[in-house]
Protein backbone atom coordinates (compact mmCIF):
# COMPACT_ATOMS: atom_id res chain seq x y z
CA UNK A 1 0.00 0.00 0.00
CA UNK A 2 1.44 3.03 -1.15
CA UNK A 3 1.92 5.65 2.39
CA UNK A 4 3.78 8.21 4.23
CA UNK A 5 4.40 6.74 7.61
CA UNK A 6 5.31 9.39 10.54
CA UNK A 7 6.47 8.19 13.89
CA UNK A 8 5.73 8.99 16.67
CA UNK A 9 1.91 10.17 16.04
CA UNK A 10 1.88 11.88 19.56
CA UNK A 11 4.95 12.85 21.79
CA UNK A 12 4.46 15.02 24.75
CA UNK A 13 8.08 16.31 25.98
CA UNK A 14 9.77 18.94 27.90
CA UNK A 15 11.95 22.44 26.51
CA UNK A 16 15.31 21.60 25.33
CA UNK A 17 15.18 17.88 24.90
CA UNK A 18 16.29 17.01 21.34
CA UNK A 19 13.55 14.89 19.63
CA UNK A 20 12.92 13.41 16.15
CA UNK A 21 10.21 12.58 13.63
CA UNK A 22 10.58 9.90 11.21
CA UNK A 23 9.13 10.48 8.05
CA UNK A 24 9.59 7.13 5.40
CA UNK A 25 7.58 6.63 1.89
CA UNK A 26 7.27 4.03 -0.16
CA UNK A 27 6.33 5.19 -3.10
CA UNK A 28 9.71 6.24 -4.86
CA UNK A 29 8.85 10.05 -4.59
CA UNK A 30 11.50 13.15 -4.64
CA UNK A 31 9.49 15.71 -3.37
CA UNK A 32 9.16 15.54 0.42
CA UNK A 33 8.16 18.26 2.99
CA UNK A 34 7.70 19.05 6.41
CA UNK A 35 4.39 20.91 7.08
CA UNK A 36 3.01 22.46 10.66
CA UNK A 37 -1.05 23.15 11.46
CA UNK A 38 -2.10 25.56 13.84
CA UNK A 39 -5.51 26.90 14.80
CA UNK A 40 -6.57 29.63 12.21
CA UNK A 41 -2.84 29.67 10.57
CA UNK A 42 -3.72 26.69 8.09
CA UNK A 43 -0.71 24.57 6.88
CA UNK A 44 2.75 26.42 6.37
CA UNK A 45 5.52 24.46 5.30
CA UNK A 46 8.63 23.79 7.24
CA UNK A 47 11.27 22.52 5.26
CA UNK A 48 11.31 20.73 1.80
CA UNK A 49 13.85 18.30 -0.07
CA UNK A 50 13.64 18.08 -4.00
CA UNK A 51 15.99 14.63 -3.84
CA UNK A 52 18.48 13.11 -1.88
CA UNK A 53 20.61 15.63 -0.18
CA UNK A 54 18.70 18.56 -1.23
CA UNK A 55 16.78 20.44 1.63
CA UNK A 56 15.83 23.81 1.55
CA UNK A 57 13.87 26.07 3.80
CA UNK A 58 10.21 26.63 3.98
CA UNK A 59 8.22 29.62 5.76
CA UNK A 60 8.83 28.70 9.00
CA UNK A 61 12.14 26.78 9.29
CA UNK A 62 13.38 28.56 12.35
CA UNK A 63 14.20 25.83 15.31
CA UNK A 64 13.91 23.07 12.78
CA UNK A 65 16.80 20.75 11.17
CA UNK A 66 15.78 17.89 8.59
CA UNK A 67 18.28 15.97 6.57
CA UNK A 68 17.42 13.69 3.57
CA UNK A 69 20.26 10.87 3.44
CA UNK A 70 17.94 8.79 1.81
CA UNK A 71 15.33 8.81 -1.17
CA UNK A 72 12.44 7.36 1.15
CA UNK A 73 13.32 9.15 4.36
CA UNK A 74 12.90 12.35 6.18
CA UNK A 75 13.61 13.06 9.19
CA UNK A 76 11.80 16.39 11.45
CA UNK A 77 14.69 17.33 13.79
CA UNK A 78 14.16 19.76 17.11
CA UNK A 79 17.42 20.19 18.25
CA UNK A 80 15.91 22.24 21.46
CA UNK A 81 12.06 22.06 21.15
CA UNK A 82 10.29 24.79 22.75
CA UNK A 83 6.36 25.39 23.65
CA UNK A 84 6.27 27.14 20.86
CA UNK A 85 6.47 24.20 18.83
CA UNK A 86 3.47 22.60 20.27
CA UNK A 87 1.96 21.98 16.79
CA UNK A 88 0.43 19.55 14.62
CA UNK A 89 2.73 17.94 11.86
CA UNK A 90 2.66 16.34 8.59
CA UNK A 91 5.31 14.96 6.28
CA UNK A 92 4.28 14.96 2.82
CA UNK A 93 5.40 13.61 0.04
CA UNK A 94 5.17 13.56 -4.29
CA UNK A 95 6.91 12.37 -7.76
CA UNK A 96 8.17 15.97 -8.84
CA UNK A 97 7.58 19.24 -7.15
CA UNK A 98 5.05 21.98 -7.93
CA UNK A 99 2.40 19.97 -10.34
CA UNK A 100 1.63 17.06 -8.37
CA UNK A 101 -0.75 16.34 -5.54
CA UNK A 102 0.82 15.63 -2.05
CA UNK A 103 0.59 12.42 -0.41
CA UNK A 104 0.31 13.29 3.54
CA UNK A 105 1.08 11.38 6.45
CA UNK A 106 -1.39 10.85 8.91
CA UNK A 107 0.21 13.77 11.29
CA UNK A 108 2.38 13.59 14.51
CA UNK A 109 1.24 16.10 17.35
CA UNK A 110 3.69 17.59 19.43
CA UNK A 111 3.10 18.89 22.91
CA UNK A 112 7.07 20.78 24.22
CA UNK A 113 5.76 21.86 28.04
CA UNK B 1 1.15 38.79 1.98
CA UNK B 2 -0.48 36.03 2.39
CA UNK B 3 -0.64 33.96 -0.86
CA UNK B 4 -3.55 31.94 -0.34
CA UNK B 5 -6.61 33.71 1.16
CA UNK B 6 -9.76 31.28 2.18
CA UNK B 7 -11.86 34.49 4.07
CA UNK B 8 -14.22 32.53 5.08
CA UNK B 9 -12.62 30.79 8.75
CA UNK B 10 -16.54 28.85 9.51
CA UNK B 11 -19.61 27.68 7.31
CA UNK B 12 -22.59 25.85 8.69
CA UNK B 13 -25.21 24.67 6.06
CA UNK B 14 -28.64 22.40 6.42
CA UNK B 15 -27.79 19.22 4.76
CA UNK B 16 -28.66 19.10 0.78
CA UNK B 17 -28.08 22.59 0.40
CA UNK B 18 -25.72 23.79 -1.76
CA UNK B 19 -22.13 26.06 -0.74
CA UNK B 20 -19.45 27.60 -1.94
CA UNK B 21 -16.00 28.12 -0.73
CA UNK B 22 -13.81 30.73 -1.81
CA UNK B 23 -10.28 30.77 -2.34
CA UNK B 24 -8.37 33.73 -3.89
CA UNK B 25 -4.50 33.18 -4.47
CA UNK B 26 -1.92 35.78 -5.11
CA UNK B 27 1.05 34.83 -7.59
CA UNK B 28 3.29 36.85 -10.34
CA UNK B 29 4.05 33.22 -12.09
CA UNK B 30 2.61 32.67 -15.57
CA UNK B 31 2.62 29.13 -14.56
CA UNK B 32 1.38 28.06 -11.23
CA UNK B 33 -0.68 25.05 -9.73
CA UNK B 34 -3.46 25.37 -7.46
CA UNK B 35 -5.03 22.74 -4.93
CA UNK B 36 -7.72 21.90 -2.93
CA UNK B 37 -7.60 19.27 -0.10
CA UNK B 38 -9.88 18.05 3.12
CA UNK B 39 -9.30 17.34 6.21
CA UNK B 40 -12.00 15.16 7.58
CA UNK B 41 -12.46 15.10 11.50
CA UNK B 42 -10.27 12.19 11.33
CA UNK B 43 -7.00 14.42 10.62
CA UNK B 44 -6.20 13.07 7.73
CA UNK B 45 -5.51 15.24 4.77
CA UNK B 46 -6.82 14.11 1.40
CA UNK B 47 -6.13 15.81 -2.19
CA UNK B 48 -9.72 17.00 -4.29
CA UNK B 49 -8.16 18.48 -7.07
CA UNK B 50 -5.32 19.86 -8.85
CA UNK B 51 -5.84 22.24 -11.40
CA UNK B 52 -2.55 23.90 -13.55
CA UNK B 53 -2.66 28.10 -14.79
CA UNK B 54 -3.23 26.99 -18.38
CA UNK B 55 -6.41 25.40 -18.02
CA UNK B 56 -9.32 27.54 -16.92
CA UNK B 57 -11.69 24.86 -17.70
CA UNK B 58 -13.90 23.85 -14.98
CA UNK B 59 -14.34 20.94 -13.20
CA UNK B 60 -17.48 18.46 -12.08
CA UNK B 61 -16.75 14.96 -10.18
CA UNK B 62 -20.05 14.03 -8.61
CA UNK B 63 -21.48 16.69 -6.58
CA UNK B 64 -18.11 18.69 -6.33
CA UNK B 65 -17.10 21.12 -9.04
CA UNK B 66 -14.36 23.92 -9.12
CA UNK B 67 -14.58 27.65 -10.77
CA UNK B 68 -10.80 28.78 -11.96
CA UNK B 69 -11.22 32.29 -13.10
CA UNK B 70 -7.61 33.92 -13.64
CA UNK B 71 -9.28 37.46 -13.74
CA UNK B 72 -9.99 37.38 -10.65
CA UNK B 73 -7.36 35.03 -8.81
CA UNK B 74 -9.89 32.56 -7.52
CA UNK B 75 -10.59 28.90 -7.45
CA UNK B 76 -13.75 28.08 -5.75
CA UNK B 77 -15.01 25.20 -4.43
CA UNK B 78 -18.89 24.10 -4.91
CA UNK B 79 -20.45 21.20 -2.72
CA UNK B 80 -23.75 20.74 -5.03
CA UNK B 81 -26.54 18.85 -2.03
CA UNK B 82 -23.88 19.01 0.91
CA UNK B 83 -24.21 16.00 3.30
CA UNK B 84 -23.45 15.49 6.65
CA UNK B 85 -19.71 13.33 5.43
CA UNK B 86 -18.66 16.50 3.87
CA UNK B 87 -18.39 18.18 6.89
CA UNK B 88 -14.50 18.87 7.07
CA UNK B 89 -11.65 21.40 6.90
CA UNK B 90 -11.28 22.27 3.32
CA UNK B 91 -7.86 23.84 2.45
CA UNK B 92 -7.09 25.53 -0.30
CA UNK B 93 -3.27 25.27 -2.03
CA UNK B 94 -0.81 27.17 -4.54
CA UNK B 95 2.53 25.68 -5.93
CA UNK B 96 4.61 28.63 -8.27
CA UNK B 97 6.73 27.13 -11.16
CA UNK B 98 9.23 29.13 -10.00
CA UNK B 99 9.63 27.97 -6.47
CA UNK B 100 9.37 24.44 -5.34
CA UNK B 101 7.28 25.08 -1.96
CA UNK B 102 3.85 24.97 -1.42
CA UNK B 103 1.65 27.65 0.22
CA UNK B 104 -1.68 26.45 1.52
CA UNK B 105 -4.75 28.97 3.07
CA UNK B 106 -6.08 29.21 6.90
CA UNK B 107 -8.91 26.44 5.58
CA UNK B 108 -12.60 26.79 5.80
CA UNK B 109 -14.43 24.34 8.20
CA UNK B 110 -17.74 23.45 7.41
CA UNK B 111 -20.41 21.89 9.21
CA UNK B 112 -23.13 20.24 7.48
CA UNK B 113 -25.74 20.13 9.42
CA UNK B 114 -28.76 16.90 9.25
Known amino acids: EAQVTQNPRYLITVTGKKLTVTCSQN?????MSWYRQDPGLGLRQIYYSMNVEVTDKGDVPEGYKVSRKEKRNFPLILESPSPNQTSLYFCASSSIAQNQPQHFGDGTRLSIL | AQKVTQAQTEISVVEKEDVTLDCVYE???????LFWYKQPPSGELVFLIR??????QNEISGRYSWNFQKSTSSFNFTITASQVVDSAVYFCALSEASSNQFYFGTGTSLTVIP
Open chain 1, 27 to 31: MNHEY
Open chain 2, 27 to 33: TRDTTYY
Open chain 2, 51 to 56: RNSFDE
